[in-house]
Each structure stands twice: as C-alpha cells, then as structure tokens.
C-alpha cells in the first residue's frame, strides 16, 4: 500500500474514531445538512462542530458547499470502501480465532 493510501485510511480511521464523528456521518447518510442542522442534537458550539467537519472533510467523508449565508453538507462514503477492503483482509483471522476458541471451550481442542 502506497504511503497516500495509508495516510487517507489513516484519516477515515481518524474520523470513524470519534462517536460525534459516526453520529454526524449518520446523519448526513439521511440526505444534506446545514452546519446548523449538524450541531442541533449536540451540546456543542458551531466552531467545535466544524473542528468535527474537517476532520471529516479531511478523510475525504463529507463534502461541504455554500449555499448563499448557509454550508451544506453531504457524505460521500466511497472512502469507506477502503476502510472495508482492510477490515475484511483481517475478518478471516479473527473468525479463525474465535472458532478456535469454540473448539477450546466445548472441550474439542
């Protein structure tokens, strides 16, 4: 893997880490959303939702346009693509664990 493709894993890692982060971008997989929109369930100023933005924005996740006084956002989820090869190249090993693990606890290991 290239040292630019680890570094946008590494940033939609970054983002995904964050529980504001995953609850922004499942707001946003619902349809677009002002910065306002954004920010209404979380006790949060603007300026620390939009820290949260570009840290999104960053990882190549969201999108943000200007729509005259207002940002609109929307989610692009194709850097999620990624995140799910590498997710998926390691699932095979852990399965593998825990069905040794099975074996282990029925007493046929």
């Known amino acids: ?6 570094a946008k894993l590494d940033a939609v890692f970054t983002a995904l880490a964050n529980p504001t982060r995953r609850r922004m971008l499942a707001r946003l997989a619902e349809g677009t959303a002002t910065i306002g929109e954004l920010a209404e369930p979380f006790a949060m100023t603007v300026p620390a939702i939009s820290k949260h933005l570009r840290v999104l924005e960053r990882a190549g996740l969201v999108h943000r346009e200007r729509d005259g006084w207002y940002h609109r956002c929307a989610l692009d989820p194709r850097p999620l693509d990624n995140a799910a090869d590498f997710i998926a190249r390691y699932r ?3 399965e593998a664990s825990l069905d040794e693990l099975a074996r282990f606890v029925e007493g046929k290991g």
């Open 1 to 6: 893997m290239s040292r630019h493709a680890e």
């Open 92 to 94: 095979v090993f852990w």
